[in-house]
């Protein structure tokens, strides 16, 4: 029968041994093949399934290790290609998952670190272009630097800042434009700002957007500001919170200065124009400034 053997004139027939098989009438055993295996008295060898393999004349087959793969009948594994693993006994690879990454013979996906990405399938991560960054490990894509924020190197986890006095109008950007240069050295911005829309502390902007100079007897060395928040200086008054011009006070004492924003711009006791007239009950203690 299959899986025996007989030599010459032997009078019983013998059982081949595992790794070995035989046809009916056989004279001798013969070996399986590289990839193939039997038991005891086997009439045929049987193909190892995928995920083991065998050498020639095996009993059993091996399992392939964790980064290797093999198809049915292998007489080897063969390594998982880059952007793909698997576990020990695998009959094919897995594909990594976007946001990760491997490297031939891999048992496992590595998270891509902050600052990179990959897409499924990958080797390897890769480092988020300028203009853009990803503080998430694992991330799939690097998001665009907000509008004034910029990315001025590659691999950023974070997006910088522009700094007061520069700005950065789209998202995406690399660098921050200077107000100065752009617009003249009357403008700035604030920390973080997509635009230059702050004047310097020594102008104001007007309803136009515009920076002009501050007239002569207005605060200069405070906050940027409007038309309407300007602080005039003590002794000095403006007639409306949309005057542009300002005018010494007859009497300085009187005229408290400040933004007209805040209420009354006259010493108490006084009122009108240039706070020049005493309310009833009252006289002036003082005489005007000189040249008025």
Known sequence: DGGTYSDGLAVNCSVCAAGTASSSRASECYDCDA?????????????????????????????????????AASSACSKCDGG?????GAAACSTCAA???STSGSASCTLCKTGEFSASGAATCTSCLSGTATAITGSSECSNCSVGKHGSS????ECERCRGGTYAPHPGGTFCYDCGTEFGAEYTSATASGSCDLCVSTHYKDDDGLCIKKPDGVEKGVAPTDLRSMKTKEGVYRFTDTSRTVYACPYSSNCLGG?????????????GPLCFACEPGLHLAS???EGS
């Open 287 to 289: 005489v005007p400034t």
């Open 154 to 157: 590659t691999g950023m986890s």
């Open 259 to 271: 933004s007209i924003l805040n209420g009354s711009r006259c010493r108490p006791g006084s009122w």
């Open 84 to 88: 793909t693993w698997s576990n020990k």
């Open 35 to 71: 990839g193939k295996h039997s038991g005891d008295g086997a009439s045929s060898c049987l193909s190892c399934a995928g995920g083991t393999y065998s050498n020639g004349g095996a009993s059993v087959c091996i399992a392939c290790d964790n980064g290797t793969y093999s198809l």
């Open 99 to 101: 946001g990760r990454a």
